[in-house]
């Protein structure tokens, strides 16, 4: 079983700045691309940030030049570093993970739980 588990969520105000965290951990041989997605009320899933196992770094439009992601693979963890935050950046921030739970398995994609990040005005 593996597990990814989000923390560093919360309230600030806009300009400010967040460091979410997010790590894994259970039954992992190795883990290849991870990333962060956000959720707004009413609204679909969307991509964040990823990184892969190399550190590529892929962001979405409105992530550039003000979030960045890493990640400590000795760790399992990433992280993502947000600053200059806007109210709508409001949403919940999920962490996703694909990894091999063992040698010879199929690559599977894990989810964290969540953490509400809210920005006010």
């Known amino acids: 079983q593996v597990q990814l588990v989000e923390s560093g969520g919360g309230l600030v105000q806009a300009g400010g700045s967040l460091r979410l965290s997010c790590a894994a951990s259970?039954?992992?041989?190795?883990?290849?691309?991870m990333g962060w997605y956000r959720q707004a009320p009413g609204k679909q899933r969307e991509l964040v940030a990823a990184?892969?196992?190399?550190?590529?770094?892929n962001y979405a439009d409105f992530a550039k030049g003000r979030f960045t992601i890493s990640r400590d693979n000795a760790k399992n963890t990433v992280y993502l570093q947000m600053n200059s935050l806007k109210p709508e950046d409001t949403a919940v921030y999920y962490c996703n993970a694909d990894l091999w739970t063992s040698l010879g398995a199929g690559i599977s994609e894990h989810w964290g739980q969540g953490t509400q990040v809210t920005v006010s005005s």
């Open positions: 259970g039954s992992i041989f190795s883990i290849n691309a």
């Open positions: 990184i892969t196992h190399g550190g590529s770094t």
